[in-house]
């Protein structure tokens, strides 16, 4: 009997070592690329490293960020259906985000997730046999650069990792700001000067230095009650920005409005810029965000719409206003707005081709007028052309109320409404957007030659060159000869300058920045009394502190969050 | 698809009191799912139906109708022996050992082994319990370990593609083709193995009162450690957000005692009547958890969606409500919080335990009686001690949203005090009692005894019956059912008590008629 037993067990260890399967993992729907060339691989390593750019500077990302924080943009609950959010964007504003938002979340997972790309360019290209290579290694590098500045920018923090194998180094202060400038000093000789704007170059590194030696007193003391703009910093920034404008590469554009146009990619005005592509990475964003759920812009497509999102604030407009007065912004100021729309006085409409049609730009007050949708389709006038008229509140179901924008717009129910507030199109309503959300086609403005001036006139006041400065200030208030020429100014001073990059760089993301190196961001504006310090950066996101956790001490959330 | 062959020898051999059986087996599983898709778009309407003609539909492109699909093959191999013995039929003992091997894991932990004992001692077997009360008396006790694979597949595998994309190519040139972006999609963690869970536990059979009274007391144990999660890496700069991988030295214990009663019995005059239940009281902790929360359910709803609901913590059930907790409301109409870490800011870090969403209680019940031809039945059930998350009221039923609307719901409006503009974050506001008792089943009928009539010779049986499903629920809980469980998972770990647009359980009442020829 027991030899039996002994039996059954041996034929189970035979049959455990004859397994009849390996259990090998077989893979059917994926597999990892092989078989590139040498410029495949190293085109297809750097790609990645921009190709998230679109996604940062997105209307609910950078944007938001950067804008509805500041008093240049306040985004209501509109209508009690519309950009409510449980309160996100009218906690941005107040100054009141929390850990757990999700624009912030966003924001940082495209910027970190972008960070890890460019330190695995560099890691990946240095066995590249391929001609691009080293300058590539130098692109994805100075990247890194450039997202470890946003990231410090926003959230007081930079991610040092020189290998994708190591695990990053959190730093802050000082220590950052002198990190960013060696790194971007290393890349400098390296890039090239001729793969812009959509591309890091050599001008596109200078004026990432000029803005950190700008925004080093910010860096260096974050919570400082008054910053100290050391005058070696600022040597620095007249000394980058001199390198931009003494390359003669680059042009202020005699049309203001050509520099966010579709057609924007060759504008001589754009030293670094996200490129887009209708057919690949382009959104519409920006030039849908802000503008009437009912102005349809495009005759082409009648579901391209805007949203009914920001509007400046009061205290903007006042800005303009009383820079001005008597005179309407719009008569003064080149950067105002442009009228495209011309509608007969009395009938108030207007026939157009289809080819000749664009709506105005800039900043948009009162009644608007565009084309005319009645049950999804446009209404043309007897000749064939398109109707143009008055635009009503159909789309939310208000047919007889027309869309006035007011100068109130606030956080009451009244000021809530669908149309309250003067609204924003800076940006070209992209010609190809079938939805009015997809297939932008203009470049998004990061770095720009007016900027560049005026991040000069800024150094040179700083120092106590009034007069240094004011030529500055005016080559850029005078150069946009297309479309009116800007007055001159006679004196300025640092609320003065604070005040023209508002005008010049309205909408462009440098608000809050601008707001907190200036020492107004603690300040008081429509729907927005906060005074707290902390608040100078974002919180960091709980889904990356709750991540890190398991490292105590490793990634510490900001104080006052 | 499933596919599984099984191979097992077994062998029965007695010596006089002693009696041994033993098996050996091999088992394998192949599971092979795909899945495929299209779409087309903008069906006009009318007489035809979409199905029979997909060709009617206007939008059909590459781009608005990409096709996509998926195919994966798992594979499980075990190799398992058992051995049971038992002696006079009065002591028993069973020993097991299995080794289970997955494809999903890596090459260097394939295989799990699982070995298991049990022991059994038949008391009223015994020459002592003769006489005893007792028709049936059982002690059981037992030891095992068990293997969890639940993961994704390819986990184990790297996947780089190289396609041209909005997230992955970018323009490098002004004109030409755009470059094919390579990305890391997935991280690969070749090291990833078995869950292993250990289960202690003992349990007593019981029947009294001649086999009218049975029942059963059991109490386990179960420890899992090598936990499997998906979580989030600590440095922020990675190329994908999350990672499946054995949370070290974290430990799951999950223990409870079970008890179940059934009482049969009839009398003379042909009543029959029995009633039971059956309850479980639960206990689950989480220990040694490397990190604050790991979060396992999250909100959903505009602006709420990165926030957490619940989540593993440490000392606390999994599914533990982690909330800011709310006060009340302040001078001007606005939420206030409870400041746990007191430094005057009330965020994140103010976030406690409130409690989980696993029941520390469930229970049924039930009655039957028949008696001359009618029968009864009656089935409740319930739980206590758990917390429901009520989501959707944090998104759809607060007062700023309703404020510039036209809907509302009393709770939204129960605070006059409350301003239009105060914000609802995800906090202890909407975590509710979650304990409810429910009137499951009831069930009347009668059958009428055609058989001794006339008419028995064409109808053998007629029956007529009326029975209720959901008749009543005893709760607090305001939302729809207490009984929840939107899947609001994230990153693959399971979330509990959430509820988020449940559809509430139907209340039926079926009358029936049964004839039988």
Not at chain 1, 98 to 109: A, C, E, L, Q
Not at chain 1, 319 to 325: D, E, F, G, R
Not at chain 2, 260 to 275: H, I, N, P, W
Not at chain 2, 459 to 474: A, E, H, P
């Amino acid at each position: 009997m027991k030899n039996k037993i002994i039996l059954l067990l041996a034929t189970g260890v035979l049959t455990l070592t004859q397994s009849c399967t390996k259990l090998k993992e077989t893979i059917l729907d994926e597999s990892s690329v092989t078989g590139l060339t040498e410029k495949q691989i190293a085109d297809g390593t750097i790609a990645p490293v921009y190709a998230q750019l679109p996604n940062i500077f997105l209307h609910t990302n950078l944007f938001a960020l950067q804008e509805i924080s500041t008093d240049e943009a306040i985004l209501p609950y509109r209508g009690g259906t519309d950009w409510g959010d449980n309160g996100i964007y009218l906690s941005l504003h107040r100054h009141q985000t929390t850990s757990t938002d999700p624009n912030v979340r966003n924001t940082w997972n495209f910027i970190t997730q972008s960070l890890s790309r460019a330190v695995s360019a560099v890691s990946s290209l240095q066995s590249s046999k391929d001609p691009n290579a080293k300058l590539y290694i130098a692109e994805a590098r100075g990247m890194y650069a450039f997202y470890n500045l946003l990231a410090l920018d926003l959230w007081g923090v930079i991610f040092v990792k020189e290998d994708p194998g190591q695990v990053s180094k959190i730093v802050r202060g000082t220590e950052a700001v002198e990190y960013l400038k060696k790194v971007l000093l290393e890349v400098e000789p390296q890039l090239d000067n001729t793969t812009g704007p959509g591309r890091l170059t050599k001008a596109a590194v200078w004026g990432l230095l000029a803005k950190l030696h700008l925004n080093a007193a910010v860096y260096n003391d974050r919570y400082a009650a008054s910053f100290t703009f050391k005058p070696e910093d600022m040597d620095k920034v007249v000394e980058y920005t001199g390198k931009i404008i003494s390359s003669n590469v680059y042009a202020l554009s005699p049309d203001y409005w050509a520099i966010f146009n579709d057609n924007n990619h060759d504008n001589k005005e754009h030293i670094f810029a996200v490129d887009q592509r209708a057919d690949l990475n382009g959104h519409n964003r920006m030039a849908y965000f802000s503008l009437s759920g009912d102005q349809f812009p495009l005759p082409a497509y009648t579901g391209a719409n805007g949203t009914d999102g920001p509007a400046i604030t009061p205290d903007f407009y006042r800005s303009w206003v009383n820079a001005y007065t008597p005179t309407d912004p719009a008569q003064a100021d080149p950067r105002f707005y442009k009228k495209n729309v011309v509608v007969d006085p009395v009938t108030q409409e207007a026939c157009y081709d289809a080819a000749s049609y664009r709506i105005d730009r800039g900043i948009l007050r009162g009644q608007q007028y565009g084309l005319q949708r009645v049950n999804g389709v446009f209404l043309k006038c007897p000749d064939g052309k398109f109707k143009v008229g008055k635009i009503y509140n159909v789309t939310r179901s208000r047919p007889t109320t027309p869309v006035v924008h007011t100068e109130q717009v606030d956080f009451t129910t009244a000021g809530s409404d669908y149309s309250t507030g003067f609204r924003v199109e800076k940006y070209e309503f992209s010609q190809k957007s079938v939805s009015g959300r997809n297939f932008g086609e203009a470049d998004i403005s990061i770095i720009r030659l007016a900027d560049v001036y005026l991040m000069r006139a800024e150094a040179k006041l700083r120092k106590g060159d009034a007069a240094g400065a004011l030529t500055d200030v005016n080559a850029v208030r005078t150069s946009r000869s297309a479309t009116g020429v800007g007055r001159s100014l006679s004196s300025i001073d640092l609320d003065g300058l604070f005040r023209e990059r508002g005008f010049e760089l309205y909408w462009e993301m440098h608000r809050r920045t601008d707001m907190v190196r200036f020492g107004k961001y603690e300040g008081v504006w429509t729907e927005k009394n906060d005074a707290d310090k902390n608040k100078r950066v974002f919180p960091i996101p709980q889904t990356a502190i709750d991540g890190a956790s398991n490292l105590p001490g490793y990634l510490k959330q900001n104080p006052g969050y | 698809m499933l596919t599984i062959p099984l191979l097992h020898a077994t062998y029965n051999f007695n010596v006089k009191d002693h009696s041994f059986s033993a098996l050996a087996g091999h088992s394998y599983q192949k599971i092979f799912l795909q899945g495929r898709g299209w779409s087309i778009n903008k069906f006009p309407v009318g007489q035809i139906e979409p199905i029979y003609n997909p060709a009617i539909g206007q939008e059909l492109t590459l781009a608005n109708n990409k096709p996509s699909g998926y195919a994966l093959i798992n594979e499980l191999q075990s190799f398992f022996s058992r051995v049971n013995y038992s002696y006079q039929n009065k002591y028993l003992a069973t020993v097991n050992f299995r080794m289970d091997g997955s494809s999903k894991f890596g090459a260097n932990n394939k295989y799990g082994y699982f070995p298991s004992f049990s022991l059994g001692w038949r008391i009223t077997e015994e020459d002592f319990m003769k006489n005893s009360p007792f028709s049936n008396l059982k002690l059981r006790a037992g030891w095992g370990q068990t293997g969890n694979q639940e993961i994704p597949s390819k986990i184990t595998q790297p996947l780089f593609t190289s396609t041209v994309s909005s997230t992955t190519s970018y323009p490098l040139a002004a004109t030409g083709a755009y470059p094919a972006g390579t990305i890391y999609s997935r991280l690969a963690n070749p090291d990833i193995q078995w869950e292993v869970s250990t289960q202690t536990n003992v349990g007593l059979d019981f029947g009294l009162l001649k086999g009218k009274l049975n029942g059963s007391v059991d109490y386990f144990r179960k420890i899992s450690n090598n936990i499997l999660l998906e979580v989030i890496p600590a440095d922020p700069v990675q190329p994908a957000g999350t990672f499946w991988t054995n949370v070290k030295d974290m430990t799951i214990t999950n223990s409870g005692l079970e008890v179940e009663l059934d009482y049969r019995s009839s009398t003379r005059s042909g009543l029959k009547y029995g009633f039971g239940g059956n309850v479980a009281f639960l206990n689950n902790v989480v220990e040694k958890s490397p990190y604050s929360v790991i979060q396992s359910g999250s909100a959903s709803g505009s602006g709420l969606t990165s926030a957490t609901i619940n989540g593993y913590i440490n000392n606390q059930p999994i599914g533990t409500f982690f909330l800011k907790e709310w006060t009340g409301l302040d001078a001007n109409g606005l939420s206030t919080f409870r400041d746990v870490d007191g430094d005057g800011i009330i965020s994140d870090k103010d976030r406690v335990a409130l409690g989980t969403a696993l029941p520390k209680v469930i229970y049924a019940f039930f009655g039957n009686l028949e008696y001359k031809g009618f029968d009864l039945v009656v089935n409740f059930n319930g739980v206590s001690g758990n917390k429901i998350y009520d989501n959707t009221a944090n998104a759809s039923f607060y007062k700023l949203k309703l404020s510039k609307n036209v809907n509302t719901t009393p709770e939204a409006i129960a605070l006059a005090k409350e301003s239009v503009n105060n914000a609802a974050p995800v906090s202890s506001r909407y975590l509710k009692d979650g304990a409810y008792m429910r009137l499951n089943n009831l069930a009347l009928g009668y059958s009428f005894d055609t058989r001794s009539k006339p008419i028995g010779k064409w109808i053998s049986g007629l029956r007529l019956s009326v029975t209720g499903q959901n008749l009543f629920v005893v709760t607090q809980y305001n939302g729809y059912d207490p009984e929840v469980n939107a899947d609001r998972t994230i990153n693959g770990i399971s979330s509990y008590g959430i509820d988020m647009l449940s559809y509430p359980k139907a209340r039926s009442v079926v009358f029936g008629l049964n004839l039988t020829f």
